[in-house]
């Protein structure tokens, strides 16, 4: 199964509160799980990614929390800020002999409020 | 390095016309892929090259058609646009380095078929 469900579709938080996202797959062959931030206009670029072995990753205020049993994957922004707002995204790594594929989940769209 | 670059950035077409939409990286990546997005569907996966030279079918690959023209470029052609093609559409390319594993984007042609 090579889909990656991910919730909420949006998300509306205060000022210096915690935004979660959750992602979930199928596919146990998928070996790097990266998120992507995608602001009004512009093309996605990556903001964290972690690999199957390892729990937990922090890059400041951004965390990702890995859940190999359950296949779910998901997203903590601390301390949220306006400048926060975007769209985000969820993705899984398919290998294949010659290259790479992401598999994207639906996004999630971040606002915070002051 | 302008990273990711596309062309046009919007464009309008009428039911039964043909576009391409050009791509090109300068960063001396092997694989290059096309996306389109729309709301509430995330990314999904066109086709991709994994090197020059070689192309692939993704998730939707039905009413397009590519060419790798050599290692920068990557353009996807519609040959006769349907309302259903109405879309953000994104060129990406990546790297496999040392372990590490990125795709960046373009910034994006919201295409429009009436």
């Known amino acids: 199964q090579q889909q990656v469900k991910q919730s909420p579709q949006s998300l509306i938080v205060q000022k210096g509160g915690i935004s979660i996202i959750n992602c979930a797959y199928e596919?146990?062959?998928?070996?790097?799980f990266p998120w992507y931030q995608q602001f009004p206009g512009k093309g996605p670029a990556l903001l964290i990614a972690?690999?199957?072995?390892?729990s937990e990753k922090k890059e400041g205020r951004f965390t990702i929390s890995f859940n190999k049993s359950a296949k779910q994957f998901s997203l903590h922004i601390m301390d949220s800020q306006p400048g926060d707002s975007a769209t985000y995204f969820c993705?899984?790594?398919?290998?294949?002999?010659?290259?790479?594929?992401?598999?994207f989940g639906t996004g999630t769209r971040l606002q915070v409020f002051p | 390095n302008a990273g990711v670059t596309q062309t046009p950035k919007f464009q309008v077409l009428k039911t039964g016309q043909s576009m391409t939409l050009q791509c090109a990286q300068d960063m001396n990546h092997n694989s290059m892929y096309w996306y389109r997005q729309d709301p509430g569907m995330g990314l999904r996966l066109i086709y991709y090259?994994?090197?020059?030279?070689?192309?692939d079918k993704g998730e939707v690959p039905n009413g397009y058609n590519v060419s790798r023209l050599n290692k920068r470029e990557f353009s996807l052609r519609l040959e006769s646009a349907a309302p259903s093609q109405t879309s953000v559409y994104f060129c990406a390319s990546s790297i496999r380095d040392r372990g590490l594993y990125e795709q960046y984007f373009g910034p994006g042609t919201r295409l429009t078929v009436t």
């Open positions: 993705a899984a790594r398919s290998r294949s002999y010659n290259t790479d594929k992401l598999i």
């Open positions: 972690i690999r199957p072995d390892v």
């Open positions: 596919n146990t062959a998928f070996d790097y």
């Open positions: 090259s994994a090197s020059e030279g070689t192309t």
